[in-house]
Protein backbone atom coordinates (compact mmCIF):
# COMPACT_ATOMS: atom_id res chain seq x y z
CA UNK A 1 0.00 0.00 0.00
CA UNK A 2 0.91 3.59 -0.46
CA UNK A 3 1.71 5.40 2.42
CA UNK A 4 -0.33 8.96 1.89
CA UNK A 5 0.97 10.87 4.80
CA UNK A 6 4.04 12.43 6.24
CA UNK A 7 5.09 13.73 9.48
CA UNK A 8 6.34 17.36 9.08
CA UNK A 9 8.41 18.97 11.71
CA UNK A 10 8.89 22.39 11.66
CA UNK A 11 11.88 23.64 13.76
CA UNK A 12 11.97 27.14 11.73
CA UNK A 13 10.94 30.09 13.69
CA UNK A 14 9.57 30.68 17.00
CA UNK A 15 6.66 28.26 16.69
CA UNK A 16 7.85 24.83 16.73
CA UNK A 17 5.11 22.35 15.50
CA UNK A 18 4.82 19.15 14.35
CA UNK A 19 2.07 17.90 11.91
CA UNK A 20 0.65 15.43 9.37
CA UNK A 21 0.39 16.22 6.14
CA UNK A 22 -0.89 14.41 3.01
CA UNK A 23 0.80 13.26 -0.33
CA UNK A 24 -1.51 16.06 -1.81
CA UNK A 25 -0.22 18.72 0.72
CA UNK A 26 -3.54 18.97 2.89
CA UNK A 27 -2.17 19.41 6.52
CA UNK A 28 -3.77 17.35 9.30
CA UNK A 29 -3.72 17.32 12.62
CA UNK A 30 -0.81 19.80 14.14
CA UNK A 31 0.77 19.66 17.27
CA UNK A 32 2.95 22.80 18.88
CA UNK A 33 5.99 21.96 20.77
CA UNK A 34 7.66 24.19 23.26
CA UNK A 35 11.16 25.77 22.32
CA UNK A 36 12.37 25.35 26.16
CA UNK A 37 14.48 22.19 27.37
CA UNK A 38 13.37 19.08 26.52
CA UNK A 39 12.54 19.40 23.13
CA UNK A 40 13.79 16.16 21.97
CA UNK A 41 11.21 14.36 24.16
CA UNK A 42 8.30 16.74 23.38
CA UNK A 43 9.32 16.35 19.54
CA UNK A 44 8.85 12.21 20.24
CA UNK A 45 5.82 12.51 22.08
CA UNK A 46 4.07 14.38 19.34
CA UNK A 47 5.42 11.73 16.66
CA UNK A 48 3.79 9.24 18.65
CA UNK A 49 0.99 10.88 18.73
CA UNK A 50 0.67 11.42 15.24
CA UNK A 51 1.91 8.11 14.02
CA UNK A 52 -0.32 5.71 11.95
CA UNK A 53 0.58 2.78 9.16
CA UNK A 54 0.31 5.37 6.49
CA UNK A 55 2.58 7.83 7.51
CA UNK A 56 5.96 7.05 4.99
CA UNK A 57 8.57 9.49 7.01
CA UNK A 58 9.66 12.09 9.20
CA UNK A 59 10.63 15.37 7.30
CA UNK A 60 12.26 17.98 9.51
CA UNK A 61 13.14 21.86 8.52
CA UNK A 62 15.38 23.45 11.27
CA UNK A 63 17.16 26.24 11.81
CA UNK A 64 21.18 25.22 11.18
CA UNK A 65 23.85 24.61 9.52
CA UNK A 66 23.47 20.94 8.15
CA UNK A 67 26.46 18.31 7.13
CA UNK A 68 27.32 17.90 3.78
CA UNK A 69 25.10 14.17 3.04
CA UNK A 70 21.90 15.97 4.44
CA UNK A 71 21.81 13.69 7.57
CA UNK A 72 22.65 15.80 10.48
CA UNK A 73 22.56 19.30 11.93
CA UNK A 74 26.25 20.61 12.85
CA UNK A 75 25.42 23.82 14.40
CA UNK A 76 21.86 25.47 15.33
CA UNK A 77 22.47 28.03 17.93
CA UNK A 78 18.63 28.50 18.34
CA UNK A 79 18.28 24.40 18.71
CA UNK A 80 21.02 23.09 20.62
CA UNK A 81 18.84 19.82 21.44
CA UNK A 82 18.85 19.51 17.43
CA UNK A 83 22.87 19.06 17.10
CA UNK A 84 24.78 16.34 16.22
CA UNK A 85 22.72 12.63 15.11
CA UNK A 86 21.16 11.66 18.70
CA UNK A 87 17.58 13.38 18.05
CA UNK A 88 17.44 12.17 13.78
CA UNK A 89 18.42 8.80 15.20
CA UNK A 90 15.65 8.39 18.31
CA UNK A 91 13.52 9.58 16.33
CA UNK A 92 14.39 6.92 13.37
CA UNK A 93 14.53 4.53 16.14
CA UNK A 94 11.42 4.86 17.80
CA UNK A 95 9.54 5.11 14.64
CA UNK A 96 10.91 2.82 12.31
CA UNK A 97 10.83 5.11 9.66
CA UNK A 98 12.72 7.46 7.40
CA UNK A 99 13.66 10.59 8.80
CA UNK A 100 14.78 13.39 6.57
CA UNK A 101 16.27 16.78 7.36
CA UNK A 102 17.10 20.39 5.86
CA UNK A 103 17.57 23.91 6.49
CA UNK A 104 14.48 25.79 7.52
CA UNK A 105 14.91 28.24 4.45
CA UNK A 106 15.84 25.35 2.07
CA UNK A 107 13.01 23.33 3.67
CA UNK A 108 10.48 26.23 3.19
CA UNK A 109 12.06 26.97 -0.95
CA UNK A 110 10.98 23.05 -1.66
CA UNK A 111 7.49 24.17 0.47
CA UNK A 112 6.96 26.84 -2.25
CA UNK A 113 8.35 24.88 -5.49
CA UNK A 114 5.80 21.55 -4.46
CA UNK A 115 2.84 23.90 -3.47
CA UNK A 116 3.42 27.82 -3.42
CA UNK A 117 4.51 30.91 -5.27
CA UNK A 118 7.12 28.73 -7.12
CA UNK A 119 5.09 26.08 -8.35
CA UNK A 120 5.48 27.87 -12.21
CA UNK A 121 9.30 27.77 -12.02
CA UNK A 122 11.89 25.35 -12.00
CA UNK A 123 14.71 28.10 -11.42
CA UNK A 124 14.26 30.14 -8.37
CA UNK A 125 15.37 31.57 -5.22
CA UNK A 126 13.33 32.41 -2.04
CA UNK A 127 14.77 35.13 0.78
CA UNK A 128 13.66 34.48 4.31
CA UNK A 129 13.29 38.15 5.55
CA UNK A 130 12.30 38.35 9.37
CA UNK A 131 14.75 39.01 12.35
CA UNK A 132 17.62 37.80 10.23
CA UNK A 133 17.64 36.54 6.13
CA UNK A 134 18.00 32.52 5.37
CA UNK A 135 17.39 31.07 1.81
CA UNK A 136 17.01 28.32 -0.44
CA UNK A 137 17.70 28.11 -4.27
CA UNK A 138 15.48 25.67 -6.57
CA UNK A 139 18.02 24.33 -9.57
CA UNK A 140 16.31 22.38 -12.37
CA UNK A 141 12.65 21.43 -10.46
CA UNK A 142 15.18 20.64 -7.31
CA UNK A 143 16.14 22.13 -3.86
CA UNK A 144 19.93 22.56 -4.21
CA UNK A 145 21.99 20.89 -0.97
CA UNK A 146 23.56 24.03 -0.29
CA UNK A 147 23.37 26.16 2.70
CA UNK A 148 22.21 28.95 1.35
CA UNK A 149 23.12 32.07 3.98
CA UNK A 150 22.07 34.32 1.67
CA UNK A 151 21.88 36.94 4.98
CA UNK A 152 25.58 36.39 5.50
CA UNK A 153 26.98 37.79 2.29
CA UNK A 154 28.89 40.78 2.58
CA UNK A 155 27.76 43.83 0.95
CA UNK A 156 29.90 46.05 2.98
CA UNK A 157 32.94 44.51 3.18
CA UNK A 158 33.88 47.03 5.92
CA UNK A 159 30.78 47.14 7.68
CA UNK A 160 29.39 46.44 11.17
CA UNK A 161 30.43 42.81 11.99
CA UNK A 162 27.51 40.12 12.55
CA UNK A 163 27.47 37.78 15.15
CA UNK A 164 28.78 34.83 12.44
CA UNK A 165 32.22 36.85 12.09
CA UNK A 166 31.62 38.43 9.18
CA UNK A 167 31.57 42.37 8.56
CA UNK A 168 28.43 43.75 6.48
CA UNK A 169 26.35 41.28 5.99
CA UNK A 170 23.53 41.91 4.27
CA UNK A 171 20.79 40.77 7.40
CA UNK A 172 23.01 43.49 9.20
CA UNK A 173 21.45 46.66 7.05
CA UNK A 174 18.35 44.80 5.25
CA UNK A 175 16.69 42.47 7.74
CA UNK A 176 14.27 43.21 11.40
CA UNK A 177 17.03 43.77 13.11
CA UNK A 178 18.41 46.46 11.04
CA UNK A 179 15.39 48.73 10.31
CA UNK A 180 14.91 48.48 14.64
CA UNK A 181 18.64 49.57 15.07
CA UNK A 182 18.17 52.28 12.11
CA UNK A 183 15.00 53.60 14.13
CA UNK A 184 16.20 53.45 17.51
CA UNK A 185 19.83 55.00 16.63
CA UNK A 186 17.68 58.19 14.65
CA UNK A 187 15.04 58.19 18.05
CA UNK A 188 18.49 58.11 20.62
CA UNK A 189 19.45 61.15 18.14
CA UNK A 190 16.00 63.01 18.46
CA UNK A 191 14.93 62.24 15.72
CA UNK A 192 10.71 63.64 15.17
CA UNK A 193 8.56 60.41 14.98
CA UNK A 194 5.14 58.95 15.98
CA UNK A 195 6.95 56.27 16.96
CA UNK A 196 7.34 58.01 20.83
CA UNK A 197 4.06 57.07 21.12
CA UNK A 198 4.69 53.22 20.84
CA UNK A 199 4.81 51.10 23.57
CA UNK A 200 4.10 54.00 26.73
CA UNK A 201 7.91 55.81 24.89
CA UNK A 202 10.04 52.98 25.66
CA UNK A 203 11.61 52.64 22.18
CA UNK A 204 13.05 49.71 22.80
CA UNK A 205 10.24 47.43 22.49
CA UNK A 206 9.47 48.44 18.91
CA UNK A 207 9.02 46.04 16.34
CA UNK A 208 8.85 46.33 12.50
CA UNK A 209 5.32 46.03 12.75
CA UNK A 210 5.36 49.45 15.03
CA UNK A 211 7.60 51.18 12.51
CA UNK A 212 5.50 49.54 9.39
CA UNK A 213 2.13 50.95 10.55
CA UNK A 214 3.75 54.50 11.43
CA UNK A 215 4.99 54.61 7.83
CA UNK A 216 1.44 53.51 6.10
CA UNK A 217 0.38 56.67 8.67
CA UNK A 218 2.81 58.97 7.19
CA UNK A 219 5.74 59.10 9.86
CA UNK A 220 8.63 60.14 7.70
CA UNK A 221 11.53 58.37 10.23
CA UNK A 222 9.62 55.00 9.35
CA UNK A 223 9.77 55.82 5.52
CA UNK A 224 13.34 56.62 5.90
CA UNK A 225 14.17 53.15 7.62
CA UNK A 226 12.36 50.69 5.71
CA UNK A 227 13.43 52.57 2.45
CA UNK A 228 17.20 52.52 3.21
CA UNK A 229 16.71 48.79 4.86
CA UNK A 230 15.15 47.78 1.09
CA UNK A 231 18.07 49.57 -0.48
CA UNK A 232 20.26 46.98 1.02
CA UNK A 233 18.00 44.35 0.75
CA UNK A 234 18.08 45.47 -2.98
CA UNK A 235 21.99 45.05 -3.11
CA UNK A 236 21.01 41.79 -2.01
CA UNK A 237 18.30 40.44 -4.39
CA UNK A 238 20.70 42.18 -7.58
CA UNK A 239 24.19 40.06 -6.20
CA UNK A 240 21.92 37.00 -6.55
CA UNK A 241 19.93 37.78 -9.61
CA UNK A 242 23.69 37.98 -11.40
CA UNK A 243 25.03 34.62 -9.83
CA UNK A 244 21.77 32.57 -10.20
CA UNK A 245 19.84 34.26 -12.95
CA UNK A 246 16.70 32.85 -11.72
CA UNK A 247 13.35 33.17 -13.28
CA UNK A 248 11.54 33.72 -9.77
CA UNK A 249 12.65 35.42 -6.97
CA UNK A 250 10.12 34.36 -3.76
CA UNK A 251 10.13 36.49 -0.83
CA UNK A 252 8.91 34.88 2.63
CA UNK A 253 9.11 35.76 6.04
CA UNK A 254 7.06 38.54 8.38
CA UNK A 255 8.84 41.62 6.81
CA UNK A 256 7.13 40.89 3.32
CA UNK A 257 4.01 42.50 5.24
CA UNK A 258 5.56 45.76 4.37
CA UNK A 259 5.69 45.28 0.74
CA UNK A 260 4.67 48.48 -0.11
CA UNK A 261 7.75 50.39 1.13
CA UNK A 262 10.07 48.02 2.20
CA UNK A 263 9.74 45.44 -0.77
CA UNK A 264 9.68 47.93 -3.51
CA UNK A 265 12.33 49.96 -2.63
CA UNK A 266 14.69 47.10 -2.69
CA UNK A 267 12.91 45.78 -5.84
CA UNK A 268 13.89 49.17 -7.03
CA UNK A 269 17.39 49.22 -6.43
CA UNK A 270 17.82 45.50 -7.70
CA UNK A 271 16.32 47.11 -11.00
CA UNK A 272 18.94 49.57 -11.20
CA UNK A 273 21.90 47.29 -10.07
CA UNK A 274 21.15 43.72 -11.60
CA UNK A 275 22.28 42.46 -15.02
CA UNK A 276 19.63 44.75 -17.42
CA UNK A 277 18.89 41.19 -19.07
CA UNK A 278 18.31 39.63 -16.14
CA UNK A 279 16.40 41.39 -14.16
CA UNK A 280 13.95 41.83 -17.20
CA UNK A 281 13.40 37.93 -16.80
CA UNK A 282 13.04 37.84 -12.86
CA UNK A 283 10.05 37.85 -11.18
CA UNK A 284 9.96 39.14 -7.89
CA UNK A 285 7.42 37.89 -5.71
CA UNK A 286 5.90 37.00 -2.39
CA UNK A 287 6.09 33.56 -0.68
CA UNK A 288 1.99 32.50 -1.26
CA UNK A 289 2.17 29.65 1.43
CA UNK A 290 3.01 32.08 4.16
CA UNK A 291 3.41 30.23 7.90
CA UNK A 292 2.76 26.87 6.35
CA UNK A 293 6.19 26.57 3.93
CA UNK A 294 8.04 24.88 6.70
CA UNK A 295 5.48 22.45 7.51
CA UNK A 296 4.57 21.46 3.87
CA UNK A 297 8.47 21.63 2.84
CA UNK A 298 9.22 19.18 5.41
CA UNK A 299 6.62 16.96 4.00
CA UNK A 300 8.17 17.47 0.66
CA UNK A 301 11.25 15.72 1.59
CA UNK A 302 10.09 12.90 2.72
CA UNK A 303 7.52 12.55 -0.95
CA UNK A 304 10.36 13.30 -2.84
CA UNK A 305 13.11 11.19 -0.82
CA UNK A 306 10.74 8.45 -1.07
CA UNK A 307 10.17 8.81 -5.05
CA UNK A 308 14.09 8.90 -5.71
CA UNK A 309 15.14 6.08 -3.38
CA UNK B 1 30.02 3.57 -35.02
CA UNK B 2 30.42 5.78 -31.65
CA UNK B 3 32.02 9.54 -32.58
CA UNK B 4 34.75 9.96 -30.22
CA UNK B 5 35.67 13.26 -31.08
CA UNK B 6 34.62 16.99 -30.59
CA UNK B 7 34.97 20.64 -32.14
CA UNK B 8 35.63 22.73 -29.06
CA UNK B 9 35.50 25.94 -29.59
CA UNK B 10 37.25 28.37 -27.21
CA UNK B 11 35.63 32.74 -27.68
CA UNK B 12 36.35 32.97 -24.10
CA UNK B 13 39.52 35.09 -23.71
CA UNK B 14 41.51 37.23 -26.44
CA UNK B 15 42.95 34.19 -28.32
CA UNK B 16 39.86 32.84 -29.66
CA UNK B 17 40.64 28.99 -30.95
CA UNK B 18 39.41 25.70 -32.88
CA UNK B 19 40.80 22.45 -31.73
CA UNK B 20 39.48 18.80 -31.93
CA UNK B 21 39.12 16.60 -28.84
CA UNK B 22 38.97 13.11 -28.39
CA UNK B 23 36.47 11.39 -25.80
CA UNK B 24 39.49 11.08 -23.69
CA UNK B 25 40.13 14.94 -23.46
CA UNK B 26 43.17 14.61 -25.64
CA UNK B 27 43.30 17.77 -27.70
CA UNK B 28 44.58 17.18 -30.99
CA UNK B 29 44.45 19.62 -34.15
CA UNK B 30 43.66 23.52 -32.91
CA UNK B 31 43.95 26.63 -35.23
CA UNK B 32 43.92 30.36 -33.57
CA UNK B 33 41.26 32.56 -35.41
CA UNK B 34 41.52 36.60 -35.19
CA UNK B 35 39.11 38.03 -33.03
CA UNK B 36 37.83 41.12 -35.41
CA UNK B 37 35.76 41.24 -38.15
CA UNK B 38 35.03 38.21 -40.14
CA UNK B 39 34.88 35.88 -36.99
CA UNK B 40 32.49 34.15 -38.53
CA UNK B 41 33.66 33.54 -41.52
CA UNK B 42 37.23 32.19 -40.06
CA UNK B 43 35.20 30.32 -37.42
CA UNK B 44 32.98 28.55 -40.49
CA UNK B 45 36.82 28.25 -42.16
CA UNK B 46 38.60 26.12 -38.91
CA UNK B 47 35.43 24.25 -38.42
CA UNK B 48 35.36 23.07 -41.95
CA UNK B 49 39.08 22.61 -41.85
CA UNK B 50 38.86 19.98 -38.99
CA UNK B 51 35.58 18.24 -39.41
CA UNK B 52 35.38 14.37 -40.00
CA UNK B 53 33.04 11.67 -39.95
CA UNK B 54 34.42 11.00 -36.10
CA UNK B 55 33.05 14.12 -34.89
CA UNK B 56 30.00 13.94 -32.51
CA UNK B 57 29.11 17.81 -32.56
CA UNK B 58 30.56 21.28 -31.87
CA UNK B 59 30.46 23.21 -28.34
CA UNK B 60 31.35 26.54 -27.93
CA UNK B 61 32.58 29.02 -24.97
CA UNK B 62 32.04 31.82 -25.08
CA UNK B 63 32.16 35.51 -23.14
CA UNK B 64 28.31 36.83 -22.70
CA UNK B 65 24.98 36.16 -20.90
CA UNK B 66 23.52 33.18 -22.67
CA UNK B 67 19.68 32.75 -23.18
CA UNK B 68 18.22 30.94 -20.44
CA UNK B 69 17.49 27.73 -22.57
CA UNK B 70 21.50 28.06 -23.33
CA UNK B 71 20.98 27.62 -27.46
CA UNK B 72 22.09 31.59 -28.14
CA UNK B 73 24.30 33.87 -26.67
CA UNK B 74 22.06 37.36 -25.94
CA UNK B 75 25.15 40.04 -24.87
CA UNK B 76 28.25 39.48 -25.66
CA UNK B 77 30.61 43.01 -25.81
CA UNK B 78 33.69 41.60 -26.82
CA UNK B 79 32.23 39.07 -29.73
CA UNK B 80 29.49 40.87 -31.30
CA UNK B 81 29.46 38.50 -33.77
CA UNK B 82 28.30 35.88 -31.62
CA UNK B 83 24.91 37.74 -30.23
CA UNK B 84 21.60 36.03 -30.70
CA UNK B 85 21.32 32.73 -32.63
CA UNK B 86 22.42 33.33 -36.76
CA UNK B 87 26.51 31.82 -35.80
CA UNK B 88 24.96 29.12 -34.24
CA UNK B 89 22.66 28.03 -36.85
CA UNK B 90 24.90 28.55 -39.89
CA UNK B 91 27.55 26.02 -37.82
CA UNK B 92 24.62 23.74 -37.30
CA UNK B 93 23.37 24.10 -40.91
CA UNK B 94 27.12 24.08 -42.86
CA UNK B 95 27.96 20.85 -40.52
CA UNK B 96 24.97 19.22 -40.14
CA UNK B 97 25.98 18.65 -36.31
CA UNK B 98 24.06 19.66 -33.00
CA UNK B 99 26.17 22.77 -31.47
CA UNK B 100 26.36 23.57 -27.66
CA UNK B 101 26.85 26.54 -26.34
CA UNK B 102 27.90 28.28 -22.90
CA UNK B 103 29.25 31.12 -21.21
CA UNK B 104 33.11 30.90 -20.68
CA UNK B 105 33.83 30.45 -17.34
CA UNK B 106 31.28 27.99 -17.11
CA UNK B 107 33.01 25.89 -19.96
CA UNK B 108 35.98 26.32 -17.79
CA UNK B 109 34.54 24.83 -14.58
CA UNK B 110 32.81 22.36 -16.52
CA UNK B 111 36.26 20.99 -17.91
CA UNK B 112 38.01 21.48 -14.75
CA UNK B 113 35.23 19.25 -13.57
CA UNK B 114 35.74 16.66 -16.42
CA UNK B 115 39.59 16.02 -16.18
CA UNK B 116 40.98 18.69 -13.97
CA UNK B 117 41.30 20.11 -10.61
CA UNK B 118 37.80 19.17 -10.03
CA UNK B 119 37.57 16.17 -11.03
CA UNK B 120 37.41 14.64 -7.24
CA UNK B 121 34.42 17.25 -6.42
CA UNK B 122 30.85 16.65 -6.76
CA UNK B 123 30.40 20.15 -5.86
CA UNK B 124 32.71 23.53 -6.69
CA UNK B 125 33.01 26.91 -7.57
CA UNK B 126 35.19 28.28 -9.89
CA UNK B 127 36.33 31.79 -10.37
CA UNK B 128 38.31 33.17 -13.67
CA UNK B 129 40.69 35.56 -12.48
CA UNK B 130 41.49 38.34 -14.58
CA UNK B 131 40.91 41.95 -15.85
CA UNK B 132 37.68 41.14 -14.69
CA UNK B 133 36.17 37.88 -12.59
CA UNK B 134 33.86 35.53 -14.29
CA UNK B 135 32.23 31.97 -12.45
CA UNK B 136 30.79 28.75 -12.63
CA UNK B 137 29.15 25.92 -10.68
CA UNK B 138 29.46 22.90 -10.61
CA UNK B 139 26.65 20.93 -8.00
CA UNK B 140 25.96 17.59 -7.58
CA UNK B 141 28.30 16.75 -10.51
CA UNK B 142 26.29 18.58 -12.97
CA UNK B 143 27.41 22.26 -14.59
CA UNK B 144 24.88 24.97 -12.86
CA UNK B 145 22.74 26.37 -15.96
CA UNK B 146 23.29 30.15 -14.77
CA UNK B 147 24.65 32.88 -15.35
CA UNK B 148 27.25 32.63 -12.38
CA UNK B 149 28.79 36.54 -12.72
CA UNK B 150 30.38 35.68 -9.57
CA UNK B 151 32.44 39.46 -10.42
CA UNK B 152 29.33 41.58 -10.60
CA UNK B 153 28.35 40.80 -6.90
CA UNK B 154 28.30 43.98 -4.82
CA UNK B 155 30.75 43.86 -1.91
CA UNK B 156 30.91 47.42 -1.49
CA UNK B 157 26.92 48.41 -1.70
CA UNK B 158 28.34 52.58 -2.10
CA UNK B 159 31.19 51.85 -4.02
CA UNK B 160 32.37 52.58 -7.34
CA UNK B 161 30.34 52.48 -10.54
CA UNK B 162 30.96 49.36 -12.69
CA UNK B 163 30.77 49.24 -15.96
CA UNK B 164 27.73 46.96 -15.95
CA UNK B 165 25.64 49.48 -13.98
CA UNK B 166 25.97 48.16 -10.48
CA UNK B 167 28.08 49.67 -7.71
CA UNK B 168 30.92 47.91 -5.54
CA UNK B 169 31.55 44.99 -7.99
CA UNK B 170 33.66 42.35 -6.35
CA UNK B 171 35.71 42.72 -9.59
CA UNK B 172 36.49 46.67 -9.24
CA UNK B 173 38.04 45.63 -5.91
CA UNK B 174 39.82 42.23 -6.58
CA UNK B 175 40.72 41.73 -10.19
CA UNK B 176 43.18 42.66 -12.52
CA UNK B 177 41.72 46.32 -13.38
CA UNK B 178 41.77 46.90 -9.64
CA UNK B 179 45.55 45.91 -9.37
CA UNK B 180 46.48 48.19 -11.79
CA UNK B 181 44.04 50.93 -10.47
CA UNK B 182 45.64 51.31 -7.15
CA UNK B 183 49.06 50.53 -8.04
CA UNK B 184 48.84 53.72 -10.66
CA UNK B 185 46.83 55.99 -8.89
CA UNK B 186 49.30 55.57 -5.92
CA UNK B 187 51.98 56.19 -8.29
CA UNK B 188 50.24 59.18 -9.67
CA UNK B 189 50.43 60.59 -5.89
CA UNK B 190 54.17 60.06 -5.51
CA UNK B 191 54.72 56.95 -4.38
CA UNK B 192 57.72 55.03 -3.74
CA UNK B 193 58.14 52.40 -6.06
CA UNK B 194 60.34 49.89 -8.59
CA UNK B 195 57.53 50.05 -11.13
CA UNK B 196 58.82 53.22 -12.00
CA UNK B 197 61.44 51.66 -13.60
CA UNK B 198 58.98 49.43 -15.72
CA UNK B 199 58.09 50.69 -19.11
CA UNK B 200 60.59 53.76 -19.52
CA UNK B 201 58.54 55.03 -16.61
CA UNK B 202 55.69 54.83 -18.08
CA UNK B 203 53.22 53.80 -15.13
CA UNK B 204 50.26 53.58 -17.89
CA UNK B 205 51.93 50.47 -19.57
CA UNK B 206 51.77 48.72 -16.40
CA UNK B 207 50.76 44.85 -16.05
CA UNK B 208 49.32 43.00 -13.04
CA UNK B 209 52.48 40.91 -14.04
CA UNK B 210 54.59 43.85 -13.48
CA UNK B 211 53.40 44.19 -9.91
CA UNK B 212 53.60 40.68 -8.82
CA UNK B 213 57.13 40.87 -10.20
CA UNK B 214 57.84 44.03 -8.21
CA UNK B 215 56.05 42.66 -5.39
CA UNK B 216 58.08 39.51 -5.49
CA UNK B 217 61.26 41.66 -5.51
CA UNK B 218 60.12 43.33 -2.12
CA UNK B 219 58.73 46.16 -3.32
CA UNK B 220 56.69 47.37 -0.48
CA UNK B 221 53.68 48.95 -3.13
CA UNK B 222 53.56 46.33 -5.11
CA UNK B 223 52.75 44.29 -2.17
CA UNK B 224 50.24 46.44 -0.70
CA UNK B 225 48.34 46.49 -3.68
CA UNK B 226 48.01 43.04 -4.06
CA UNK B 227 47.17 42.51 -0.75
CA UNK B 228 44.35 44.91 -0.61
CA UNK B 229 42.81 43.32 -3.95
CA UNK B 230 43.50 39.69 -1.95
CA UNK B 231 41.68 41.10 0.71
CA UNK B 232 38.53 42.01 -1.16
CA UNK B 233 38.99 38.66 -3.47
CA UNK B 234 38.55 37.10 0.00
CA UNK B 235 35.21 38.72 0.47
CA UNK B 236 33.77 37.41 -2.58
CA UNK B 237 35.24 33.96 -1.75
CA UNK B 238 33.58 33.92 2.05
CA UNK B 239 30.24 34.91 0.13
CA UNK B 240 30.25 32.17 -1.84
CA UNK B 241 31.03 29.70 0.84
CA UNK B 242 28.35 30.77 2.81
CA UNK B 243 25.89 30.90 -0.27
CA UNK B 244 27.05 27.42 -2.00
CA UNK B 245 28.71 25.31 0.81
CA UNK B 246 31.18 23.86 -1.72
CA UNK B 247 33.85 21.36 -1.33
CA UNK B 248 36.56 23.16 -3.43
CA UNK B 249 36.99 26.91 -4.88
CA UNK B 250 39.11 26.59 -7.90
CA UNK B 251 41.02 29.50 -9.12
CA UNK B 252 41.66 30.21 -12.93
CA UNK B 253 42.92 32.83 -14.74
CA UNK B 254 46.24 34.97 -15.11
CA UNK B 255 45.98 35.85 -11.30
CA UNK B 256 46.51 32.86 -9.93
CA UNK B 257 50.02 33.25 -11.28
CA UNK B 258 50.29 35.97 -8.03
CA UNK B 259 49.40 32.99 -5.52
CA UNK B 260 51.37 33.90 -2.78
CA UNK B 261 50.75 37.23 -2.02
CA UNK B 262 47.58 37.73 -3.90
CA UNK B 263 45.54 34.59 -3.15
CA UNK B 264 47.24 33.70 0.21
CA UNK B 265 45.31 37.14 1.58
CA UNK B 266 42.35 35.92 0.22
CA UNK B 267 42.37 32.36 1.14
CA UNK B 268 43.26 34.14 4.80
CA UNK B 269 40.84 36.63 4.33
CA UNK B 270 38.12 34.30 3.61
CA UNK B 271 39.06 32.57 6.55
CA UNK B 272 38.26 35.34 8.77
CA UNK B 273 34.72 35.98 7.09
CA UNK B 274 32.75 32.75 6.32
CA UNK B 275 30.97 30.42 8.47
CA UNK B 276 33.72 28.36 10.10
CA UNK B 277 32.06 25.02 9.47
CA UNK B 278 31.93 25.59 5.81
CA UNK B 279 35.70 27.28 5.61
CA UNK B 280 37.07 24.20 7.75
CA UNK B 281 35.94 21.89 4.61
CA UNK B 282 36.58 23.93 1.51
CA UNK B 283 39.45 23.28 -0.26
CA UNK B 284 40.51 26.55 -2.36
CA UNK B 285 42.56 24.97 -5.26
CA UNK B 286 44.16 26.59 -8.32
CA UNK B 287 42.88 25.31 -11.93
CA UNK B 288 44.96 22.31 -13.01
CA UNK B 289 44.08 22.68 -16.88
CA UNK B 290 45.09 26.60 -16.90
CA UNK B 291 44.79 27.83 -20.55
CA UNK B 292 43.43 24.35 -21.85
CA UNK B 293 39.50 24.66 -19.36
CA UNK B 294 37.88 26.48 -22.33
CA UNK B 295 38.76 24.12 -24.95
CA UNK B 296 38.18 20.77 -22.59
CA UNK B 297 35.10 22.11 -20.97
CA UNK B 298 33.09 23.25 -24.75
CA UNK B 299 34.38 19.61 -25.47
CA UNK B 300 32.67 18.33 -22.83
CA UNK B 301 29.43 19.87 -23.24
CA UNK B 302 29.31 17.98 -26.89
CA UNK B 303 30.14 14.75 -24.93
CA UNK B 304 27.83 15.07 -21.82
CA UNK B 305 24.96 16.81 -23.69
CA UNK B 306 24.93 13.95 -26.57
CA UNK B 307 25.49 10.91 -23.77
CA UNK B 308 22.30 13.12 -22.39
CA UNK B 309 20.05 12.30 -25.09
Redesign the interface.
Known sequence: MKKEQAIAIDLGGTNLRVALVTREGGIGQRIKVPSQERLDEALLGAVKELLNDGVAGIGIGVAG?LN?ERTAV??SPNIPAIEGAPLVERLRDKSGLPVYIENDANVAALGESWLGAGRDFR?FVLFTLGTGIG?GII??GRL???????G???????GVKCS????GCLES?AAGKAILGFAVTALEHDAESVLRNFHQGNIYKLTPEDIYTAALDGDILSRDVLREAGR?LG?GL??II??????AVILAGGLVGAWNIYIHEAIREAS???????FE?VKIIPSSLGDNAGIVGAACLVFRNAEAG
Open positions: LREVNGHDMKVEAELHMSIIANCGNYYYVANNICSPERRAFKQLK
